[in-house]
């Protein structure tokens, strides 16, 4: 295991803070690690029927719009429940009817604490979204078959959204299918 000798926080920002951590090895040999702290986040697979819900957003990282399910970060002390219910209603207009938790995921837990709740929920439509200021999102309503298949051709590559894609396809939707028979 490692041990943090000296912690520097280089960074604190609205949405990450960044330090750097002076660090003893297993082996006593001593490195550094930068560390992203994030609050951690939720996001939702929203069935409308066959369909899934998703939004389209430019991302400036990678100077590419992205095709993504409904997520969002967690406020502090945020359920990460209600927080996937949250973002849902803001960037769709749609509101869960029942929801499920998939499963948790670290984003990339080589440089980050970040942890993403994952939930697929059956959704309907209530209102128009109202995103946070300074996002613009557009909503995209796709079969969840032909979502699988945008995974494959990786014309969806955001890692949260496929990440719950395939879990909800492989663990749930094809264990729902094998009670039905």
């Avoid at 295991?1 to 297993?26: A, Y």
């Avoid at 690690?33 to 990678?62: S, T």
């Avoid at 979204?129 to 494959?152: N, Q, S």
């Amino acid at each position: 295991m490692e041990e943090s000798i000296r912690n520097t926080r280089l960074f604190s920002g609205k949405i990450i803070d960044v330090e750097k951590h002076d660090v003893r090895l297993t082996d006593g040999t001593h490195s550094t690690r930068e560390v992203v702290r994030h609050a951690g986040a939720a996001g939702v697979i929203p069935l409308d029927g066959k369909n899934v819900v998703l939004v389209k957003q430019y991302r400036f990282p990678i100077g590419e719009y992205l095709l993504e399910i409904p997520a969002g970060r967690l406020d502090p002390g945020e359920d990460p429940a209600d927080c996937a219910r949250r973002e849902l209603l803001e960037e769709t207009g749609y509101s869960i009817k029942e929801h499920k938790l998939m499963t948790l995921l670290y984003s990339s837990p080589g440089f980050t604490d970040e942890r993403i709740y994952l939930y697929y929920a059956v959704v309907e439509k209530v209102a128009e979204p109202t995103p946070d200021t300074g996002e613009f999102l557009e909503t995209v309503i796709v079969p969840l078959d032909e979502a699988l298949e945008m995974v494959r051709s990786q014309r969806i590559c955001d890692a949260k959204t496929i990440s719950a894609l395939l879990f909800y396809e492989t663990l749930i939707r094809r264990r729902k299918s094998n009670d039905q028979s």
